[in-house]
C-alpha cells in the first residue's frame, strides 16, 4: 500500500468496521482525508477485542499511523484496559521509572507505595484528581504535571521536549505508543489566548548549526498541551523516485552510548504487514543528552547531521504534520516506525487543578498478538524486554 491509495478501500474498511464492531462504528480523518490520522467512534474498547477486532485495528494503525478512539471514559475504560489493548499491538515495556532500582545489575524491586507516580499524583490535590485504577502497572507511564503540584504551588513553564521516535536506539525498536487521556489543561491566560508560551531553549539543547528553516520548524510546538507529529510516511512517498531508491540503500548504525559499537539497521522501514515504507527516526540532533548521535554508514558525523538535518526538515514540512488535540476519555494509539512526535511545552508545579495534564502512555514492540494471552517465547523476552515483563494473563 502507498500513502496515495489509503483511502482507495475505504468502503471496503467501513464495511469492516460495521462487520466486527456493529453499525454504530465510523471512520473519520482527525484532520484532512489525505494525511495521516484516524478518529474512529463508536467502539467501546472496555469490551475484550475478539481476534478479527485486534486484528483490524491493527490493519487501520497500519493504514493510518495514529487512531484515536474518543469517549473511553463513558465505558468505565481504565488503565488496566489500556495494557490489554497494548498486548494486541505488542509486547509491552515496562518503565525503568517505575522501579527502585533500574540499572543497579541487582534483582529489580519496585518503588515502594509512597514514591511511586501514582501517589506523587494522588497527593497534590486531595479529593480533586486521583489516578485511574492500573495506573501502577510497571508499564504505564504517567504523563502529568501534577506530582509537585498543590493549591500553593508556584507554577512554572518548561519547554517542549526534541522531536524523536520512542526508542528507535534498541535492536528490536518499539513499534507502537498510546496514551489513555485522563486531563487536559482548560487554561487559558498565556499571551495570545494559549495555556502556555514555547520558553528559548538551553543552549546545546539542538546542535548550534541546524539549518534556519529545520530550526525555525523545531519550535513551532503546539502550546495548549497537543502532541505534535511529523508523517515520515508520507514525506517518504514525496521525494523524487532517485532519492528514495538511495535512501532504500541507506543504513544507520544506532546505539545508546558513543562508545558502543551499535549496529546497521535500514533507514528505510517497510511495514511487512501493509508494505508501507517509512523514515524511521530520520533525525540526528533529536536525542537525549547520554545518546549517541545516529551515524549513517559511510558517511562521519558531521556529514551524517547534516544529511539526517536535511530529512528532518523535510518531514517536519506542514503538509505531513498534524497537531492532535487531546480529549479526556481518548484512547490514541501511534505507529512509532512512521510517525516522529513531540511533546509541547508544559505548565509544572501547578496550583490551579485546570492547568491538570495527565495521560497514561504505554508503548510495546514485537509482532501483533490477536489473541491473548500473547505467547512470546522466554528468550524474546529476555533479550528484548528490559525489565522482562510480561503483563498480567488476559483473555
Ligand atoms: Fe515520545
Known sequence: MTVEDRDAVLGEIESDLTRQFGGGAAI????????????????????PLSPAQARLLVTLLDRYQILCFPGQDRHGFDVHDLERITNHFGAPIPHPKNYANYGSGEALELLPVERRA?????VSFPGVFECLPGADSPAVYIVSNVPGGGPDADPMIVGGQHWHTDIEFEPVPLSTSMFYVHRVPTTRDAPGGAWVTNPPRDTGFYHPDSPTDLAER????????????ADTAAAY????????????????????RRSDAGWLVPLVHTNSRSGTK?????????????IAPVEVDGLGEDES????????AHCLRPEFRYDHVHT?????????FATLHVAPPVKQSINDPADARVM????????????????????????NIAPPYRAPLTE
Open 28 to 47: 473519520s480523518p482527525l484532520s484532512t482525508p489525505n494525511r495521516m490520522g484516524r478518529r474512529v467512534d463508536g467502539i467501546d474498547l472496555s469490551d
Open 118 to 122: 501514582s501517589t506523587l499524583n494522588n
Open 218 to 229: 523545531r519550535e513551532m510546538l503546539p502550546l495548549n498541551g497537543e502532541t505534535a507529529y
Open 237 to 256: 512517498a514525496a521525494l523524487p523516485a532517485d532519492e528514495r531508491h538511495q535512501l532504500d540503500a541507506t543504513m544507520v548504525r544506532r546505539r545508546l
Open 278 to 290: 517509512s523514515l524511521h527516526s530520520p533525525v540526528w540532533a533529536s536525542r537525549g543528552k547520554r
Open 305 to 312: 547531521r547534516r544529511f539526517l538535518d536535511r530529512l528532518e
Open 328 to 336: 479526556p476519555g481518548d484512547v490514541t494509539i501511534w505507529s512509532n
Open 360 to 383: 497514561y502512555r504505554m508503548s510495546c514492540k514485537g509482532n501483533p498478538s490477536y489473541k491473548l494471552p500473547r505467547h512470546d517465547p522466554q528468550t524474546w523476552i529476555d533479550d
